[in-house]
């Protein structure tokens, strides 16, 4: 169970941080810093529970982690720059 919702977060999370690059604005923002928590957290309960190495579990996290981290600092630049109304 632990697993589908683990790769459910992390789909959407991906999918929140694509449209973030689109169309940047705060609440989405905060979404997305969410997501990447539980998608985190969930994949750190999966290794524990299963006694896995934690290389092998996560060269693809890395990627994830890398592609989302990109996503938010580029939208909090991009929210730095608009001029507030």
């Keep these: 169970m632990i697993l589908i919702l683990h790769i459910?977060?992390?789909t959407l999370s991906i999918l929140q941080t694509s449209y973030m690059l689109v169309t940047p604005?705060?609440?989405?923002?905060?979404?997305?810093?969410?997501?990447?928590?539980?998608t985190l957290?969930?994949?750190?309960?999966?290794v524990w529970s299963t006694g896995t190495h934690?290389?092998?579990?996560?060269?693809m996290g890395l990627l994830y982690t890398?592609?989302?981290?990109f996503g938010i600092v580029r939208t909090r630049q991009r929210l730095a720059k608009t001029p507030n109304l």
């Design 8 to 10: 459910l977060v992390a």
């Design 25 to 38: 604005n705060k609440g989405g923002l905060r979404l997305s810093y969410t997501l990447l928590g539980l």
């Design 41 to 46: 957290a969930s994949g750190t309960l999966l």
């Design 54 to 59: 934690i290389l092998q579990a996560c060269m």
């Design 66 to 69: 890398a592609f989302v981290t």
